[in-house]
């Protein structure tokens, strides 16, 4: 008998077939795909690339009628199984995770039989004094190459997540599968006294982790640098967390060549175990994430209300640290304020190392523009770099934002860039955060309206100039004025993929510097969508 998520899929393709809107064509094609629910997410299994391509082109349609079956909106993946069970829905019921993921029978390792190790918080926490920055080595010469490089690598913040690897390239084991961005390292990093803990912790982690047979080159290291394990480290969106990820996985290559160490973000790990789930290639997942010495997971709160990832991650957790590897986990919030983990988890991450990151003090984001300026070859006065600092105090993307405005401006009016150039462009662009909530869905409406265009329009597949233009102002905009990850932003434009909007954000920074026709949308927009947002519901 077919399974809810089954039933429910049918009942979707019923609305579909009588309203119309995909053909009968493509909705025969459709009823040969099998599905699964994995946490939520509704995993499509088609048999061939053209399956894919029918659903990726009809995303909004799909989603619409599978929000009428379910009463909800529902999340769904795409992955191709070649197999014959593929092509046919009833050949099989999909895997459940409950068979999949069964609790071992043995005891668990609980914390309370860990290594107890001293609180943070506390003056018996040593952390080793941090070696000076022009002593970190720079990053390993001839390193794998990026699929797209960053825009902005200042202040610690990370702004592009690696595409998700392909099924044959995640069966990888070696060191170069370990994806990290050999821009962001300890040098790179902007340290001030609002990450000064969470970087001499980042930095001890890179010395000696965990207490893996690594042969230490300094034998004097201090055994509580092995202690830190995990580390917690905890902060507000764009504060310098991912960068030191992948700051700790350069380092520790560097120190250790061979050393196996991956980083992922938690979006990452959750696509990767939906895709092994509905491919049946579990045991090449495990082995992906239990055989490193270091794992460096990202952004860990997205990973609560799972219930199925965070059990195959619960293991996982207990292996590497049974195993006594490294383990460094980033969240927006502390462990015990973490929402939809169980306690079991949230204990582990409390035996290592939490340390947190604030938001950058005023002579911090002076010396995150100042870096910024210079790799952008611009020699900016010291006032203008003050004053963007002193207006912008929150989020070092909207900062770094600030100074993109100003110096587009100056190019295209061929004028030099002096505080009253500054206070002129950045007018109707900065106000109190405290009084502004900007979403996508509010970016979304506002970008529409200003191009009389509809919010379905940014959503749909069309590759006309004029609608990929607007597509890519809006995806610019979600980028710089929220929080969104590169991921969640393609989510909302019709489920895209998350390079389309790193080449969205690339296509409107240039264009700003070189149109003023494009500067003046962005500009003109920003200042309506921080206007609405201010404005209180009538």
């Not at 050949?91 to 609180?119: D, K, W």
């Amino acid at each position: 008998m077919p399974d809810q998520a089954t039933m429910k899929w049918e009942a979707a393709l019923e609305l579909l077939a009588a309203s119309g809107e995909l053909g009968p064509g493509k909705v025969s094609v459709l009823r040969m795909t099998r599905v699964i629910d994995v946490d939520g997410v509704l995993v499509l299994v088609v048999g061939f690339a053209f399956a894919r391509t029918i659903i990726d082109l009809n995303r909004p349609a799909i989603s619409r009628a599978l929000a009428q079956v379910w009463g909800r909106d529902v999340a769904f993946e795409v992955t191709i199984d070649t197999s014959a069970e593929a092509i046919s829905p009833r050949s099989r019921p999909g895997p459940t995770l409950r068979q999949s993921f069964a609790r071992p029978t043995g005891p668990v390792p609980t914390p309370t039989s860990l290594p107890q190790q001293p609180s943070p918080m506390t003056p018996a926490t040593p952390v080793t004094p941090v070696t000076p920055l022009a002593a970190v080595p720079s990053p390993v010469p001839g390193a794998e190459p990026l699929t797209a490089v960053p825009p902005s690598d200042y202040g610690g913040y990370l702004s592009t997540p690696q595409p998700t690897a392909s099924p044959e390239s995640r069966t990888s084991l070696n060191p170069d599968a370990s994806r990290l961005n050999p821009r962001y390292t300890f040098d790179t990093y902007v340290q001030g006294a609002s990450n000064r803990l969470a970087r001499a912790a980042a930095f001890a982690v890179a010395e000696a982790p965990a207490r893996a047979n690594l042969n230490p080159l300094d034998l004097s290291l201090d055994d509580n640098q092995r202690a830190y394990n995990p580390l917690f480290i905890y902060g507000g969106s764009g504060l310098g967390k991912t960068h030191l990820l992948h700051a700790i996985g350069n380092y520790a290559r560097k120190l250790y060549p061979g050393i196996r160490v991956k980083y992922v973000s938690s979006e990452e790990f959750v696509s990767d175990f939906i895709a092994s789930v509905a491919d049946g290639h579990m045991d090449s997942f495990k082995d992906r994430y239990r055989k490193v010495d270091i794992l460096l997971l990202d952004d860990v709160q997205f990973l609560g209300g799972k219930e199925q990832t965070l059990e195959e991650f619960f293991h996982t957790f207990n292996a590497l640290y049974m195993e006594d590897k490294q383990i460094v986990l980033t969240s927006d919030q502390p462990p015990h304020e973490l929402k939809g983990f169980e306690e079991r988890l949230i204990s582990r991450f409390v035996v290592g190392l939490t340390t947190d990151v604030q938001p950058p003090d005023l002579e911090t984001r002076t010396a995150i523009l100042s870096r910024k300026a210079r790799a952008d070859g611009l020699d900016l006065p010291m006032d203008v770099l003050e004053y963007i600092a002193t207006r912008v105090t929150t989020n070092i993307r909207e900062l770094e934002g600030a100074l993109i405005r100003v110096s587009a401006f100056a190019s295209l009016n061929k004028q030099p860039i002096d505080r009253t150039l500054a206070e002129m462009v950045l007018k109707d662009i900065i106000s109190d955060p405290a009084g502004e909530e900007i979403t996508s869905a509010l970016i979304m409406a506002q970008t529409a309206d200003y191009f009389g265009m509809t919010i379905d329009d940014l959503c749909n597949e069309s590759r006309k100039k004029t609608f990929v233009h607007v597509r890519h102002v809006a995806m610019y905009l979600c980028r710089e004025l929220t929080d969104l990850s590169l991921p969640q932003i393609g989510r909302e434009f019709g489920g895209r993929d998350h390079t389309t909007v790193m080449s969205a954000n690339r296509k409107i920074r240039k264009q700003m510097a070189e149109r003023r026709s494009t500067f003046n949308e962005v500009t003109e927009l920003t200042s309506r969508i921080k206007q609405a947002a201010q404005t209180p519901p009538r």
